[in-house]
């Protein structure tokens, strides 16, 4: 026998004893680490292993073909993407799991969340409650692909889901007993709404799905090219459901009912429960959850005819949605939510009050003596001036975040949501309306849904402009704790005024000071750090170059356009390079350089450097005949030139090859005295006359970096031997399985005595370089190992 209880009663006799004996400094001391206690407590009881049943004792980390049952928490949400010109859809939702067997065993109880996708659509009896069995891979969801791309597993762990199920196709999913008849209020809400909101508009406009996804949530019709400007453009929170919505709704609602005369009381009665099952409609958005908290506050508040104060109401949606789910916290939508409504509460009454005092008009002067110009222009330039102090002290409270989460800054922001707010409120306005008369007057609803439609476009346009202006939206770096922490620091202190007005200025001045310093130490360390990333891109492979003293970085192939929109393009973007020096394409594979015009168009290199072999492939002869732009410089590498820092091998002049890996391009370079060697598809052929006409000495590295041929195996043995690394680093990937490196091909590397890095395990590999050595990271930012340069090239 343990005992429990005897521990807990003495530890509580003691928090009593201390209680009586400390005094009232005492109490208020651990009141606030009570409380403190009380949310890490909260926290941790959400995220505890607290069955012997729960999947993250029963499934391992490794993939397992399993068949799970369970209740759908939520209707299946349907997203489309585009590939190579086609869309193509993919169905995603949460599962609450109550039993789980193995491909080939009997069932077991389970209990845990878990994340299901689906290729294709599923009918509509799957929906929100219905229980259901699903056959698929079951397993730990996945990481990111590269240091600091989006880390699924990270997201959906906030969300207290530890497992994803993949399947192939609705063929993998089945009803189980015990289903429902039929979908929830909400989803035939929402089903309804749909169709009248898309009654007598074009079908195929995406100004119809934007005008549903705005007014219902509706995330179908955000399709990654109808997102793109309104990302750019800052202008994309319009389509989360939020205070402009709750706000909307309950003042359409409450003026009809104040028209008619009902009470207050009743009033508040009716209106609330009609948020909240908007809010349940639309998904339970953390944006919607903290509006709709608030307007519960204010609309009791009025009803009761006592005051409310928005601060207040704030922190007590705060607490409210933290106390249910403490992991939130944790979310970007809660974070960005909470901070822009801060931050206008804390911000927006000061400066609309220096906007008001800038408009007073002199107080001495006599009313018929003001100019005719000032008297008409004076209400709509007030209209403006306030408009704008909003869009920026929203832009103020959003900016650090959407920097960290997003990696972008858009000061065109400041003008586009000047414009495009107003527009989304008469659109929004419209939509509520076309659904207020659907049901009764569905030629009025036809009115109103053109009415939506139209302002939809001219969001859409406004939005388009915008992000086409040069410097209107620019990629950053994650800005770091600290400066985050003093730009925080800094709002807050000066939002609520807790230094006196006479040192307003100085403390203003400070801190933009140590911002300044922090942002130019983070500038000067980036150019003076050096470091190549590794990126498997989907049979394809990047080498990510970036050189010490230079600004912008080197890179050597592009992948294909998949790999270059959902890998490469979201890599160079996180690390806030908004342009690139120089675009090497080592050979003419459709897996190595089929995003090079995309590549061209978005990052504008100076300089282009292409094998000087002739290729067969599509994409080779679509690139060589395309006109390329002024800024770019086209070179051809030969065996001998030298491209900013490094020094091209292979291939020989005037080689005509069978094969695009046997005239692939070989760069050689040296970081922080570490020699570096880019073998890229390199096959036999091509090694064996890279033996031939290079001196052993000019192949000698510390770090070979490699792909994996269409034919034969890289790094034969001469050539390893020759090399003599104490580092490689084999660019294959999980799929497809031709571009997995296999098990005896790694072992015979290892045998070398070398240390041996597969990207289809570790994923994309970073190697940052100090003098004398290096040091190695895997995806997600853990070290991997450490190594210092020998002369012979090996390692410690």
Known sequence: MLHPLLRVVCLYAAGVLLGCLGGQPLRSLLCPTLLILAGWLNLTLHNRIGSDHDLRRLVGDAPVLAEVRGRLAETPDLRVRTRNGEPRYRTLCELDVTGFRFHTGSWMRATGRIAASSAGTLGPAFCRGQFVEVNGVLSRPDGPRAEGLFDYAAYLATRGVHFQLRTDGPGDWALASGSTCGPPLTDRFMEWARATLSRGLPGDDPATGLVQAMTLGWKTALTDEVEEPFIRAGTMHLFAISGLHIALIAGMVL????????????????????????????????????????????????????????????????????????????????????????????????????????????????????????????????????????????????????????????????????????????????????????????????????????????????????????????????????????????????????????????????????????????????????????????????VHLKMPGKTHPMLVDCGNTNAFTSVLQPFLQTRGENRISALVLTHGDQQHMGAALLMLQQFQPERLGLSGVRFRSPSYRQLAQAPLPEFVTLTQLHAGDRLEDWTILAPPEELKVRRADEGVVVLRGTLHGSRILLLSDLDMTGQRRLLDETPPEALRADIVITGLPGEGEP????????????????????????????????????????????????????????????????ATGNLLTAARTQSGGGSD
């Open 255 to 542: 003026a009809v009912l104040r028209l008619l005369r009902v009470p207050r009381g009743c009033c508040g009665a009716l209106l609330i429960p009609l948020l909240w099952f908007y809010t349940a409609a639309t998904g339970w958005q953390a944006s919607a959850v903290r509006a709709t908290v608030m307007m519960t506050i204010i609309l009791g508040g009025w009803s009761l005819r006592r005051p409310s104060n928005l601060l207040n109401s704030l922190s007590a949606a705060a607490l409210l949605i933290l106390l249910f789910d403490p992991r939130q916290l944790l979310q970007a939508s809660f974070q960005l939510s909470f901070a822009v409504v801060l931050t206008l509460a804390l911000l927006l009454p000061p400066l609309q009050e220096h906007v008001l005092r800038l408009l007073q008009p002199d107080p001495l002067l006599p009313a018929a003596l003001v100019p005719r110009w000032q008297r008409w222009a004076g209400k709509p330039l007030r209209w403006l001036l306030l408009m704008a102090a909003t869009s920026l002290a929203a832009w103020l409270g959003s900016m650090p975040l959407t920097a960290h989460y997003f990696h972008l800054v858009s000061p065109g922001t400041l003008v586009a949501n000047l414009l495009v707010v107003p527009c989304a409120g008469a659109a929004l306005a419209s939509a509520l309306a076309s659904l207020a008369t659907g049901a009764w007057w569905p030629w009025i609803s036809d009115v109103f849904n053109h009415g939506a439609w139209f302002w939809m476009h001219v969001m859409m346009g406004i939005s388009e402009r915008v992000s086409a202006v040069p410097g209107a939206c620019h990629h950053v770096a994650s800005p770091s704790a600290a400066l985050l922490t003093v730009y925080y620091g800094t709002l807050l202190v000066l939002a609520f005024g807790w230094i006196r007005a006479a040192g307003t200025r100085w403390f203003l001045i400070g801190s933009v000071l140590v911002m300044a310093g922090l942002l130019a130490g983070r500038i000067q360390a980036h150019r003076a750090s050096a470091s190549v990333t590794v990126l498997p891109l989907h049979g394809g492979l990047a």
């Open 715 to 778: 790094l034969i043995g001469d050539l390893l031997r020759v090399i003599h690394p104490a580092l490689i680093v084999v660019g294959d990937d999980e799929w497809p399985a031709r571009r997995r490196a296999s098990v005896r091909l790694l072992s015979r590397l290892r045998a070398s005595g070398a240390q041996v890095l597969s990207t289809r395990e570790q994923g994309a590999v970073t190697l940052r370089f100090h003098r004398g050595g290096w040091r190695v990271s895997d």
